[in-house]
């Protein structure tokens, strides 16, 4: 079991900055590979960011790559998601997740269905 709390998310005006968290807690974070996602009233959950277990390589959406990073510490088990140039398009409950899988990530982190455990989301408003 992994139990995840999101955290950081507000109200920004579109040009500012936000830095989302997420802690874990339940297993070894540093053996799990973690993702960010997003959903905004009437649309499907969409893929933000993810990364690998050991940070050692990272992924991100073309809407939101040169914008957004993703970041993790191991020892403190958080995940980050620095956002950066927000628009109001980025408006929606953000979620982490994490996936116990290591073999296959590279191929599927883009897939909510992978994933096997989520938070509770943070919400994002971005003003115009």
């Known amino acids: 079991q992994v139990q995840l709390v999101e955290s950081g998310g507000g109200l920004v005006q579109a040009g500012g900055s936000l830095r989302l968290s997420c802690a874990a807690a339940?297993?070894?974070?540093?053996?799990?590979?973690m993702g960010w996602f997003r959903q905004a009233p009437g649309k499907e959950r969409e893929f933000v960011a993810a990364?690998?277990?050991?940070?050692?390589?990272?992924y991100y959406a073309a809407s939101v790559k040169g914008r957004f990073s993703i970041s993790r510490d191991n020892a403190k088990n958080t995940l980050y998601l620095q956002m950066n140039s927000l628009k109001p398009e980025d408006t929606a409950v953000y979620y982490c997740?994490?996936?116990?899988?290591?073999?296959?990530?590279?191929?599927?982190?883009?897939?909510?269905?992978?994933?096997?455990?989520w938070g509770q989301g943070t919400q994002v408003t971005v003003s115009s």
């Open positions: 997740a994490a996936d116990m899988d290591l073999l296959y990530f590279s191929a599927t982190y883009a897939q909510p269905n992978v994933y096997d455990y």
């Open positions: 339940g297993r070894t974070f540093s053996s799990i590979s």
């Open positions: 990364i690998t277990w050991s940070g050692g390589a990272t």
